[in-house]
């Protein structure tokens, strides 16, 4: 961005190793943004001559808020809470399958 116009100058993009190249721009003063999700925006200003090549050095990003909501919903089954009794289904397989003392 240029801090004198506050105009976007150039936008560009990195390699995979953070790497950028911005050619020709004017000399001035200039604001770097480095934006990327799941971080916090960064910036750093520059002061740029003419006919130079400047190399803006490491600009660290830190980890910025990343937030998920999760909703969770469901029918919990209804308790007897009043008495000690215990109901339950049990099907023929279930039966079949029990263990009796002197069952061959």
């Given at each position: 961005m240029d801090t004198s116009k506050g105009t976007l100058?150039?936008?560009?993009?990195?390699?995979d190793t953070g790497r950028f190249q911005?050619?020709?721009?004017?000399?001035?003063?200039y604001t770097i943004i480095v934006e990327v999700a799941g971080f916090k925006k960064a910036q750093t200003t520059i002061t740029l001559d003419v006919n130079?090549?400047?190399?803006i050095g490491q600009?660290?990003?830190?980890?910025g808020q990343v937030s998920e909501i999760v909703n969770v919903t469901g029918e919990v089954p209804t308790v007897q809470t009043t008495t000690m009794e215990k109901?339950?289904?049990?099907?023929?397989?279930?039966?079949?399958?029990?263990p009796m003392n002197g069952r061959k």
């Open positions: 100058a150039r936008e560009a993009v990195t390699d911005a050619i020709n721009i004017q000399p001035g003063g130079t090549k400047l190399d600009i660290k990003l830190e980890v109901a339950y289904l049990v099907d023929t397989k279930q039966i079949t399958e029990l």
